[in-house]
């Protein structure tokens, strides 16, 4: 198997017949102009060492030259070995509260940001892993399905803001609910969500939605972005801080932790809580638990190894032009001088 890695660079290869017809045609005119001044037998005494061999030599090298410097420019590659790389991992979908009390900031810069961060390092520490992400404030949203492209799933995460969901209010049971339809139910692969969130719930539903992901097999990690003295909701236009958020007899909100959601639901399915205010804790927690669970493959690719062949073509038509500077126009002597076919001088 072989292949071309600049395919492109082939389209100049039609400069090559172009020079080659541009050199016929000079030939052509110059034998027309040489028939005007003089005839062949006089040309001949005038310029007896002149080799129209070598000319055409010299140009033929030339051509074939820059067409081996094409296809160096092109890579000219050929399969080696093929080998077969099978994907084993741990499906992990987070599931990110965007709701408005996720802008409180009495974690730094605020609750989202904070929680987008650790995503984004949980990301970068997982492998062979598949992922998904949800959002979720008063209903949940898919944001992306279970992936192998953590660069695009990346992507998605750091556009998710507190405008996406329209309903007011976290619902947390749903977003497990969510999360549980992600997974493929004919596949054994381990099941894990990540949750990160203030921990307020105001549509409960949490017991019934965890007997739901403990019979899926669902080990669900808490991570509270909060704290427990809690923080109010600031409203910000374009950055600049306008107000912040009051409740129908206009008191001011205060946001706080939910701990006791948080810890009921990673205990209850054999997970486990982590502190948000601590990335590298957060990171240690899931990758420990992610090394417990048992390995499945889910993904079986097969690839084949090329290595490149551009520096023999290049090597050559370097040869060849040093080749051409040691080519004169003139007859070579002692090959002359042979006589091979008996030419008579006069």
């Known amino acids: 198997m072989y292949l071309l890695e600049e395919s492109i660079y082939l389209y100049a290869l039609a400069a090559i017949p172009v020079m080659l017809l541009l050199y016929l045609w000079v ?14 037998a006089m040309l001949a005494k005038l310029a007896p060492d002149r080799s129209v061999f070598k000319i055409t030599l010299k140009v033929i090298s030339v051509l074939l030259a820059l067409t081996l410097i094409v296809i160096a420019l092109a890579n000219p590659r050929m399969g080696t070995k093929s080998e077969k790389v099978e994907r084993e991992g741990v499906d992990v979908v987070f ?3 965007v709701s408005k009390s996720m802008l409180a900031e009495d974690i730094k810069p605020n609750r989202l940001d904070k929680s987008k961060h650790i995503i984004n390092q949980i990301i970068n520490s997982l492998e062979d892993d598949r992922i998904g992400i949800i959002g979720y404030a008063g209903s949940a949203f898919p944001q992306v399905p279970l992936t192998t492209d953590f660069a695009t799933a990346k992507l998605f995460l750091n556009s998710m803001h507190t405008d996406m969901v329209s309903s007011k209010g976290t619902a947390i049971a749903e977003a497990i609910n969510l999360a549980n339809r992600f997974y493929t139910l004919d596949d054994h692969t381990s099941r894990v969500l990540i949750l ?15 007997e739901d992901a403990k019979a899926n097999g669902v080990q669900i990690i808490t991570v509270g972005v909060a704290t427990e003295r809690g923080a109010p909701i600031p409203i910000k236009v374009n950055g600049v801080l306008q107000h912040y958020l009051r409740d129908g007899n206009n008191e ?9 959601t948080m810890q009921k639901l990673a205990a209850e399915t054999n997970g486990a809580y982590v502190d948000g205010e601590n990335t590298q804790e957060v990171v240690n927690t899931v990758h420990e638990l992610l090394n417990s669970l048992d390995k499945s493959v889910f993904q079986s690719e097969e690839y084949t190894e090329f ?14 032009l040093v080749l051409d500077t040691l080519f004169l126009d003139r007859k070579t002597g002692w090959l002359r ?4 076919f008996n030419v008579r001088e006069e």
């Not at 001011?252 to 006791?260: A, F, H």
């Not at 551009?310 to 038509?317: H, L, N, S, V």
């Open 95 to 97: 599931a990110l509260d």
């Open 252 to 260: 001011q909100v205060i946001s706080r932790l939910g701990l006791n």
């Open 337 to 340: 001088r042979l006589n091979l």
């Open 307 to 320: 290595k490149s062949y551009y520096q023999w073509f290049a090597g050559i038509a370097l040869l060849l």
């Open 196 to 210: 990160l969130s203030d921990g307020e719930d105001h549509e409960g539903g949490i017991d019934e939605i965890i």
């Open 27 to 40: 030939i052509w005119w110059r034998k027309r102009a040489q028939r005007r001044f003089a005839t062949n």
